[in-house]
Structure formats: structure tokens, C-alpha cells
């Protein structure tokens, strides 16, 4: 069987609040059309073909959800700008080698995702080991 990911949905106990916390960070288009508790998540406003979602309320307080990746330009701008808007990060800013640098954050509901910043030179800084020093 061939499948493929069609769009992905975050949840929220307010989610108004978190579409604008979306909208600041990443510049999606969020808009909640008439009658129904969904926003509908644009993430490329040019209108070309991409990956959209949604955002409404939390079905269950014990709802689990696979981490999506979101392309950023500049990866320390981004951790900065999550954090000034009320959101954490998880895991900081690890590199890929050779690929990109990304960090897991979680938005102000708890949502878990991952910045990510492509960037061919990315290489971890080497961890310093100190010289062991024999007493014998």
C-alpha cells in the first residue's frame, strides 16, 4: 500500500490564542472560516504547493503527536522570537552534519515541534576532553 502525509493538525486548549502565537513566529495564515471550531493553517501564502494543517481544540488531554519539522531561515532568531512569545525549548540547537542545525520546542499549549535551519556546513562543536593526569 502507498501512502503519503495529506496535512498535519495541532491542538489547543485556546486555540485563537495559539493561531496568533503561529502566525507572529512562523508568518502562516491562519483563518477560521464561519460556523465551524477550526483554523485552517496556510504555511506558504504565495499559494504554492505545500504542507497545510489545522489547529482546534484538544480532543483529549492525552493526545500524542508526531513531531513536525518547520523550515526556518535563521534557526538562533527563531529560538529567540519562540521564547519572547511564551513558547520553550526542549532540546537546543543541535546540528545534523552536514545537513542542518534544528531544536525541539514546545508552543505556549505544550505542543511539541522542531525548528529546523538547513545549512551544508553544519558540524557539531567538538566537545574538549581534559588530559588525564596520572598520580603514580
Known sequence: MEASVTHFEI????????????????????????????????????????????????????TRQWVRYVRVESLDSAIHQMQRLGGQLLRPKTAVPRAAWYAFVADPEGNIFALWQPDETAFPVPQRTRPRISHA
Not at 13 to 32: D, H, S, T
Open 11 to 62: 491542538y489547543a486548549e485556546e486555540p485563537a490564542v495559539l493561531a496568533e502565537f503561529y502566525r507572529i513566529l512562523l508568518g502562516w495564515e491562519i483563518e477560521k472560516p464561519p460556523g465551524v471550531d477550526y483554523w485552517r493553517i496556510r504555511t506558504d501564502p504565495t499559494n504554492a504547493p505545500g504542507f497545510d494543517g489545522g489547529l482546534t481544540y484538544r480532543p483529549s488531554s492525552s
